[in-house]
C-alpha cells in the first residue's frame, strides 16, 4: 500500500479497514495471555468507567449492536468479570457492573492499550495524532448523519 497507489489503495475506507485490522491484531495478540479479545475488553473498560450501565447504554458507548453486546456480555460473566444486576425500573432490562476479577484485569490491561497507541505515535508526532483522531471523529461523524434512519 502506497500513497502514490491508485483503486483501494486511495480509498480512505479501505486503507482504515486495514489500519485496523493491524491495531486490532497487535492488541489481541498482547491481551492473549490474559483470556480477553479486544471487543471484550473495550465493553470491560466501559462497565469499568460507568458501572450500572444497560445493555442498550453499552452498545452506543462501544458502537456494538445489540446481539453482540449480548454474547460479549455473557462471555464476560462467563469469566467472572461481570455481573448483571435487574433495573429497579424495569425489570426487564439488566444493569452491568464490573467484579474484583474484572477490576483486577482492567488494572492490568489498561496500560497494554496505551502501549499500542505509544507504537502508533512512534511515527506520528503528537500534533499528527490529535489531528488524525479529529479527522476521524469527523468522518465518523459524517457518514453517521448520512446512514442513520437507513
Not at 86 to 101: C, M, N, P, Q, W
Not at 110 to 134: F, R
Request: aromatic share 8%; proline share 2%; hydrophobic share 35%.
Amino acid at each position: 500500500m502506497t500513497l502514490n497507489g491508485s483503486g483501494l489503495d486511495r480509498s480512505a475506507g479501505f486503507v482504515m479497514g486495514v489500519t485496523y485490522r493491524k491495531l486490532s491484531g497487535l492488541l489481541q495478540s498482547r491481551l492473549k495471555e490474559y483470556d480477553i479479545t479486544p471487543e471484550q475488553w473495550s465493553i470491560l473498560y466501559h462497565i469499568d468507567q460507568a458501572e450500572g450501565l444497560i445493555q442498550k447504554e453499552l452498545a452506543e458507548r462501544t458502537f456494538k449492536d445489540k446481539p453482540t453486546t449480548t454474547r460479549i456480555l455473557d462471555q464476560l460473566e462467563n469469566k467472572g468479570l461481570v455481573y448483571k444486576k435487574a433495573g429497579e425500573k424495569d425489570r426487564r432490562s439488566f444493569l452491568v457492573y464490573i467484579t474484583e476479577k474484572g477490576k483486577s484485569l482492567m488494572q492490568v490491561t489498561t496500560p497494554i492499550e496505551g502501549q499500542v497507541i505509544d507504537i502508533i505515535k512512534e511515527c506520528v508526532s503528537e500534533e499528527e495524532y490529535e489531528l488524525l483522531l479529529q479527522l476521524l471523529f469527523r468522518i465518523n461523524q459524517h457518514v453517521s448523519e448520512r446512514t442513520d434512519g437507513e
